[in-house]
Every structure is written in structure tokens, then in C-alpha cells.
């Protein structure tokens, strides 16, 4: 299968590979995909005081294009406020790093880890103005579709 | 004339992919050259000497092959690769003794060619048993006594399995086929030339041969088919009644020498190049084993070709590791190489969890691998594998002790 340079490029030099702490109130994290379909993404974003994200990594399990999704998907999302990185559209992932057809799911589950993330901050951001029982992010991976 | 050529020009990738296909071996070439240029004739051709000259050189072939399998040269029929001759061999007895029996015994881990022809009889109104393995790869000798009744026309079984290298107990099951009366057919296009075979011994009534797994060219196989008792079985192509009947159309001379001559030599080398292919497995693996944790053979160690290796490199996803070692030409169990998206299922078949299918690369060995080529690509994958587990949540989830099983994971 033929990829794209930009897609190789994220492949190899993928951007902000790492975890941030995930205790963090300030730091939501997205869990997807499944490890018996061939592809996990998790994506972490930390949101500053003036309400953008300030700082987003990702760790992947999966395929090339898997991999590339997500390490782009942490480049778009930092500085956006929460409200605009759930904007981003799995066609944008895909059509950036020209994924072939049968990788499309791969950009899908990308734009799935983005809204697991904010859904995981706003859900800790609830809960700190009105303290209820809550499951830890990391034990539950969000449906990716 | 000499044809020499080079097997791999050193811009390329290491070539470890030796159970997809091999290189035409130079010797196999040169033998091959007269017959694409001034012996040319049609081995069919009766009245000249043209003809006469390629019918010696295609009965040449057919001895040669013949000889490698311990049958008789009247017995070996040529095809256009081991496909054709897994068609012929089933559709062709199941076809012949409809009237008497209509049931057919194979195995779930077998190539695609035999599974797609049995679903085609299926439909035909054959019924078919699909015999589970073992989680080393092999059959269940009393599982497949108890398959076996007497309405089975044919019990087809593959000698060595392409994706994990495990060698079938075929005597012992030939033994059972004869008890019963089935035919035994034998799909060896990884077997031939690489682990003794012997038709008599083994009690194979039928056998389909690959040319280019022998380092033979592409577009030729050959399958064996038993005179005493005879095999009995229908044409898929009709025509001029070459091959005795059984596969019509002139003989592609060429191609006939090169897997006349690739058998040759398999049959003389075979020892050697086991023993060397068996060093380099264990090169290979103690090489892996002894940098890389949690890191699995799939399949029978024991009974397994010494030229394949498949292992699942946990935590880590096939198809991105095959894109990181670009050095090295593998192939992987994992569904992203193919447009299937579901993992190999050979490996399901043995029980291996789906997501270490995923992490699934197969590797195979075999005439032209150095040690060199071995040591460089053990570094390439432990180098690529660390850092594709640098970057695996799954591997930081098992480092912080997260058993991945209790996770509830949504299926996508």
C-alpha cells in the first residue's frame, strides 16, 4: 500500500508521543478502539486556565495511518479551545494525510479519541463543581462508534 | 551460455518472505533458457524434431519431480501452480465418485484454494467437515479417525501450513485414510523439497506441488496422482487430452524444466539446507527472545519447517511494525495488510487471542538468507518493536499492571 509523505512523515516522526498525568483535573483523557480489532488510541489533553489546550499526547496501537491519525490530531487540537477541537472532523484527518479507503476508520477513531478526551475533562470539570462518584478515565474505553 | 544473476541487488530489502514465493534459483534459469530460445518446439509435436526434443526435456521434468516424492513419473501431472492442482485433486475425485460417496474431511487452517474449493462443493451438495487443529497447528489423529466415514470421497490436509510452518503427521493420517477408503490428498506446496516426502509411505494418493516455493518459476505446479490403486478424476480443462486427460493444453516446456531441475536440486540439497536453515531459525529467535519480552511462536516449534518463523511481537501492531522495518520484507497475520480487517485465521484457528494476532509477523528463511542478513534484521525489529511499545498504550497499561482483559473495550 502506497502513503502519503505526510502520512509517513507522522509515522515516523510522530508528535507528541508521551501520557500526561491523568489524575489531573485538568487533563482529559480519551480512550478507543479495542485491542482485538487491531487499534487503540488514547489521547490526552490539558486544558490551561484561559480554556485552550495547552498540551495534547497520544499513545497508539494500531496501523501506520492509526498512528498518524492520532499524532496529527494532537498537533490540531493544541490551542483550540475545547469547543473547537470537537469541531475536528474525521474527512479533515483523512483528507490531510490521504488515507486509502480502507483506512478511513483510522481517522474515525482519531476524531472518536478527541471527543472521549473533552467528554473525560468536562465530565471531571462537572464533578469538581458538584463532587458525585465517577469511574476513573482509564478504565472505561469510550465507544468509537 | 551462462545466466548469471544477482538474487537481490543491495538497494533492496532483506527477503524473508521465503513462504510467499522464492527466487528462481540461477541454476533452475539456465537450464530453462534453451527452451524459451531454440528449443522452442511444442512437446506435444509428434513429427519433428522439435517436438521430440521438448517431450524429452517435460518427461525429464516429470522424472525429476516424480523422483523427489517417491512416486512414479507417470503418476505427476502438470499444472499451472498449486492452486490448480488443489482444484483439480478435490473437485476432481469429488466430482468422479459423486455416486458413491459425497463427503470430504479437511481442516480449517488449510489454504484459501482448498477452503474456497470445498465451500464451491458445498453448494454442489457435497458435504464438507472443516476439522479444528490443535493450538500447535496440527490435527487430532482420533478427531480426524472419527471425521473420516465411509461416504468420504477425500481427506484433504495440508503437508506444512504457509502461515505457521507446522508439519501435519502425514503418514499417520494417510494411514487412516486407507483404513477407511478415503483418498488422501496432500496440499505440500510448502512442504516439497523443504521435509522428506514419500507417497508410498505416507499413503498419499494425491499431491499438489508448487514451482516457485522450490525456487522454481511462477505459472507451473504439478500434482501427483495415483495409479495403484488409481485416482480416478474429472478434468477442470478440456481439450486436446494432454497430461492423460487430466489437464489439456500444451505444456509451457520452460516452465515444466524449471520445476524439473528446482526439484532436483531441492532433492540433492534438502539435507544441508535444513540444517543451515535450522541454524538460522534459532539465530533468528534466540536473537528476538533474548532482547524483546513477550514476544510469541505461534505454531509447533518441534514439528515445523526450519524456514518459518511467526511470532506474535505483543503490545505491538503488525502492520506498523512491517511500515517501521523497511529493511526487511515480512508478512504479517494482522488485519490492516489486507482489506479483510479481520486477523489471520490460521492464528484463530490455533486459539490466539485476536489482538496478539494483530501483533502477528510472519517470517520465512530459506535458500539465499545469510547469517548477516538474520543478525541485521533481529536489530531492525528489536529496535522498531521497543519503539512501537514506547508508543503502545496497551504496553504502558501492562507495565502499570492494568490486566487488558478486564477492560471493557468497545468493538469498532
Not at chain 2, 525456487?215 to 495415483?226: D, S
Amino acid at each position: 500500500m502506497a502513503y502519503s509523505d505526510k502520512l509517513i512523515d507522522h509515522y515516523e516522526n510522530p508528535r507528541n508521543i508521551g501520557s500526561l498525568d491523568k489524575n489531573d483535573d485538568d487533563v482529559g483523557t480519551g480512550l478507543v478502539g479495542a485491542p482485538a480489532c487491531g487499534d487503540v488510541m488514547k489521547l490526552q489533553i490539558k486544558v490551561g486556565p484561559d480554556g485552550l489546550i495547552e498540551d495534547a499526547k497520544f499513545k497508539t496501537f494500531g496501523c501506520g495511518s492509526a498512528i498518524a491519525s492520532s499524532s496529527l490530531v494532537t498537533e490540531w487540537v493544541k490551542g483550540k479551545t475545547i469547543d473547537e477541537a470537537g469541531t475536528i472532523k474525521n474527512t479533515d484527518i483523512a483528507k490531510h494525510l490521504a488515507l486509502p479507503p480502507v483506512k478511513i476508520h483510522c481517522s474515525v477513531l482519531a476524531e472518536d479519541a478527541i471527543k472521549a478526551a473533552i467528554a473525560d475533562y468536562r465530565a471531571k470539570a462537572v464533578q469538581k463543581t458538584e463532587p458525585q462518584a465517577g469511574k476513573p478515565a482509564d478504565q472505561t474505553a469510550e465507544a468509537a462508534e | 551460455m551462462t545466466v548469471l544473476t544477482q538474487i537481490r541487488r543491495n538497494d533492496q530489502p532483506i527477503y524473508l518472505d521465503y513462504q510467499a514465493t522464492t527466487p528462481l534459483d540461477p541454476r533452475v534459469l539456465e537450464a530453462m533458457m534453451p527452451y524459451f530460445t531454440y528449443k522452442f518446439g511444442n512437446p506435444h509435436s509428434r513429427s519433428h524434431s522439435y517436438g521430440w526434443e521438448a517431450e524429452e526435456a517435460v518427461e525429464k521434468a516429470r522424472a525429476q519431480i516424480a523422483k523427489l516424492i517417491g512416486g512414479d513419473e507417470k503418476e505427476v501431472i502438470f499444472t499451472s501452480g498449486a492452486t490448480e492442482s488443489n482444484n483439480l485433486a478435490i473437485k476432481g475425485v469429488a466430482e468422479f465418485y459423486k455416486d458413491r460417496r459425497s463427503h470430504i474431511v479437511t481442516t480449517v487452517t488449510e489454504h484459501k484454494c482448498v477452503l474456497d474449493t470445498c465451500r464451491h462443493l458445498e453448494q454442489q451438495g457435497f458435504s464438507v467437515t472443516y476439522l479444528p487443529v490443535q493450538k500447535s497447528g496440527l490435527v487430532d489423529l482420533e478427531q480426524l479417525r472419527a471425521a473420516v466415514t465411509d461416504k468420504t470421497v477425500v481427506v484433504s490436509i495440508m503437508a506444512v501450513n504457509n502461515e505457521i510452518g507446522v508439519i501435519q503427521p502425514l503418514a499417520e493420517i494417510g494411514k487412516i485414510c486407507r483404513e477407511k477408503g478415503a483418498f488422501f490428498h496432500t496440499d505440500a506446496a510448502q512442504a516439497v523439497g523443504k521435509i522428506p516426502l514419500d507417497v508410498e509411505a505416507m499413503n498419499i494418493d494425491l499431491m499438489s506441488i508448487s514451482g516457485h516455493k522450490i525456487y522454481g518459476p511462477k505459472g507451473i505446479g504439478a500434482l501427483y496422482v495415483r495409479r495403484r490403486p488409481r485416482v480416478r478424476l474429472v478434468a477442470l480443462i478440456n481439450g486436446g487430452g494432454q497430461e492423460r486427460g487430466f489437464r489439456s493444453g500444451t505444456l509451457p516446456t520452460p516452465l515444466c524444466v524449471g520445476i524439473g531441475e528446482a526439484a532436483e536440486i531441492a532433492m540433492k540439497e534438502m539435507d544441508s539446507e535444513a540444517k543451515r536453515l535450522k541454524k538460522l531459525q534459532d539465530r533468528m529467535l534466540t536473537g528476538l527472545q533474548s532482547k524483546l519480552p513477550e514476544i510469541y511462536v505461534n505454531g509447533d516449534l518441534e514439528h515445523r519447517i526450519p524456514g518459518n518463523l511467526n511470532i506474535s511481537f505483543a503490545y505491538v501492531e503488525g502492520e506498523s511494525l512491517m511500515m517501521g522495518i523497511k529493511g526487511l520484507s515480512v508478512s504479517s497475520g494482522s488485519a490492516c495488510t489486507s482489506a479483510s480487517l479481520e486477523p489471520s485465521y490460521v492464528l484463530r484457528a490455533l486459539g490466539v487471542d485476536e489482538e496478539l494476532a494483530h501483533t502477528s509477523l510472519r517470517i520465512g528463511l530459506g535458500r539465499f538468507t545469510t547469517e548477516t542478513e538474520v543478525d541485521t534484521a533481529v536489530d531492525e525489529l528489536v529496535r522498531h518493536v521497543n519503539k512501537l511499545r514506547e508508543m503502545s498504550p496497551l504496553w504502558e497499561m501492562a507495565q502499570e499492571g492494568i490486566d487488558l482483559k478486564s477492560i471493557e473495550w468497545a468493538a469498532h
